[in-house]
């Protein structure tokens, strides 16, 4: 199961990281997510802060982007406003129960290889199937270029025309958390 919305929550927070100016890009309340993804089963809050200069690719947690977990809502407060080009959005979150992985996600689940044989089954895998590619929590990674890993996947934020947000050319950005708690993040782009 997945969960998707229809845009992303850039509430009024900021932060800065090593000196550069930070801002939250997506806030994830989990109590109002219909499916909870096992890595944020003791997270009551988890805001992702962006890099207002540029996009962070290639860079570890901490560099350019952060991930900040709160296992309780108590004592938060929210920090003084930071002027942005980007719009605020409320979270309206939306279970779906036909996710689908892309062609390369979906060969670390099953052997594709009948279906490659296949011309309509191949057809019917990329036509019959859903796949979100906006802002959601859990299912599957929407892959854009190649595959963008299912292990350890928490959530993608889409490039979102109501909140002026863009990872580049309508890309995609991938997060996932290890069992070791390690957070990474990936991006593909057209």
Request: charged residues 25%; proline residues 6%; contains cysteine.
């Amino acid at each position: 199961k997945t969960s998707i919305i229809n845009g992303s929550e850039v509430s009024r927070l900021s932060v800065a990281i090593q000196g550069q100016p930070m801002f939250p890009l997506l806030q994830i309340r989990v109590d109002e997510l219909p499916v909870v993804p096992e890595q944020l089963k003791d997270v009551a809050l988890l805001v992702l802060y962006h890099n207002l200069e540029s996009h962070p690719f290639d860079k570890p947690h901490g560099e350019g982007w952060l991930i900040r977990e709160y296992a309780t809502l108590e004592g938060l407060e929210l920090l003084p406003a930071t002027d942005t080009p980007y719009r605020a959005f409320p979270v309206r979150w939306v279970s779906v129960n036909d996710d689908a992985p892309g062609w390369e996600d979906a060969w670390d689940i099953i052997d594709l290889a009948d279906v490659n044989d296949d011309e309509e089954a191949s057809n019917r895998f990329f036509d019959d199937f859903n796949r979100y590619r906006g802002t959601k929590v859990g299912g599957y990674p929407t892959e854009i270029q190649h595959g963008a890993g299912i292990q350890d996947f928490v959530f993608q934020v889409g490039s979102e025309e109501k909140v002026n947000w863009m990872w580049s050319d309508n890309g995609i950005g991938y997060f996932h958390k290890s069992p070791e708690g390690i957070w990474t993040f990936s991006c593909q782009f057209y």
